[in-house]
């Protein structure tokens, strides 16, 4: 069964980083492409950032320059880079693998 375990959230002033983590176990092979989703409060979970197999990346348009998407197949850990964060990037993060779902992290941007 996979499993998706996030951690790396927390309370971060505005202009501050974070970097989130997502660890993937029971697939039984090498980890696919991976997606990062965020959902704040009152809005719909949307799409932040993708990577693929051959580490090919794409952001949503809010996030692109700020957030990187990261991998390390030998750890079937991704990662989410967050730079110069926001209040509006406050929100609960959740990685994402072939419909499974992790507990999500919630990041609080705030001073």
């Known amino acids: 069964q996979v499993q998706l375990v996030e951690s790396g959230g927390g309370l971060v002033q505005p202009g501050g980083s974070l970097r989130l983590s997502c660890v993937v176990s029971?697939?039984?092979?090498?980890?696919?492409?991976m997606a990062w989703y965020r959902q704040a409060p009152g809005k719909q979970r949307e799409l932040v950032a993708v990577?693929?197999?051959?580490?090919?990346?794409s952001f949503t348009n809010s996030v692109k320059g700020r957030f990187t998407i990261s991998r390390d197949n030998a750890k079937n850990t991704v990662y989410l880079q967050m730079n110069s964060l926001k209040p509006e990037d406050t929100a609960v993060y959740y990685c994402?693998?072939?419909?499974?779902w992790g507990q999500g992290t919630q990041v609080t941007v705030s001073s």
């Open positions: 990577i693929t197999s051959a580490g090919n990346t």
């Open positions: 029971g697939t039984g092979r090498s980890i696919l492409a």
């Open positions: 994402h693998y072939r419909n499974n």
